[in-house]
């Protein structure tokens, strides 16, 4: 079809301008289109979410576990066939959390089975290596990572979360070289994290919300 000027004008079909215009506008809405479809896809994958959190912020991190709760969920359902960076990133970005997030956790069993995996893996590669920092790093994860916990509002009884967090604290502590300076001061941190867990307030679950005695467990190791 020619458009009127064309016409007019005698342009040939292929030549007319407006028709070009229109033309490259329509491909580039279908360009425009395609990335969102496509990230929507990807992020049907645990594995892809985590290529996406590996280095956002917190504000970032927050805002894709929000957005993506199922597949949140679905990587901590999967961390038995993670790899060690995997693993990384999932408790790094649980630990990166906001502490005003208010967020459902996953189980508690789910988390202490993906950071005992991790401070495992890490071990293993200590001695492999020869290198205690290796083991070290992970520790300091671990103890970001509770402390996050901690600051959740559980649907789960005390005594689940009680008892998963120290066995949390005990792995990592197994990872520690006390001979070195650097690994007894990290120590005296998850020391002073097992004295916390004793402590009534320091894990909320909500039917404490309506106790007006309850109190809020600030971290002050970090």
Known sequence: MHCFQCQKEGHKKHECPSLKQNS??????????KPSISFSISMSKPSSLLQVLKNADAK???SLVQ?????????WNSTSSMDKNSLVTLVVS???LPFSAIIDPPAIQLCAKAMSKLLQLSLNESKANSD??????QVENAINFVARLLQFTWKQSKSEIHGQIQSILSAANSCLTINLPEHRLVQAKITKYFDELEKPWAIKTYSDENDPSGKTFCNSFM
Do not use: H, T
């Open 24 to 33: 490259n506008r329509s491909s580039q809405d279908k360009v425009k289109k």
């Open 60 to 62: 970032k991190i927050l």
């Open 67 to 75: 957005k993506y709760p199922d597949e949140w969920i679905k990587c």
């Open 94 to 96: 649980m630990a990166k």
């Open 132 to 137: 205690s920092d290796l083991a070290l790093k």
